[in-house]
Nanobody, 121 residues
């Protein structure tokens, strides 16, 4: 079992920044991948960014340049730096974890409880 605890969500103005953190605990083995997905009201959950324990990252083209994912393997913690925020970034952001090498995290993998990010115009 792996337990994930997210922090750092909240309210930001358009053009502002927020940083999310997610700490993993439990039976963690390498290789693994951690990352962030988001879900806005009425929409499907979508990929924000993932990063393997080796440092390989994966972003959708639409978020490259504004969002940056990083991780501290010693702390089993992943971070998401979000810059130049837009109202359309408003969503619940979920931290995910998957054992093994992967660029994505699946619904059946481990997930945090989610943290709300609201961007006002």
């Amino acid at each position: 079992q792996v337990h994930l605890v997210e922090s750092g969500g909240g309210l930001a103005q358009a053009g502002g920044s927020l940083r999310l953190s997610c700490a993993a605990s439990g039976n963690i083995f390498s290789p693994n991948v951690m990352g962030w997905y988001r879900q806005a009201p009425g929409k499907q959950r979508e990929l924000v960014a993932t990063i393997t324990n080796g440092g390989s990252t994966n972003y959708p083209d639409s978020l490259k340049g504004r969002f940056t994912i990083s991780r501290d393997n010693a702390k089993n913690t992943v971070y998401l730096q979000m810059n130049s925020l837009k109202p359309e970034d408003t969503a619940v952001y979920y931290c995910g974890f998957r054992m093994g090498w992967s660029k994505v995290i699946y619904e059946s993998d481990y997930w945090g409880q989610g943290t709300q990010v609201t961007v006002s115009s």
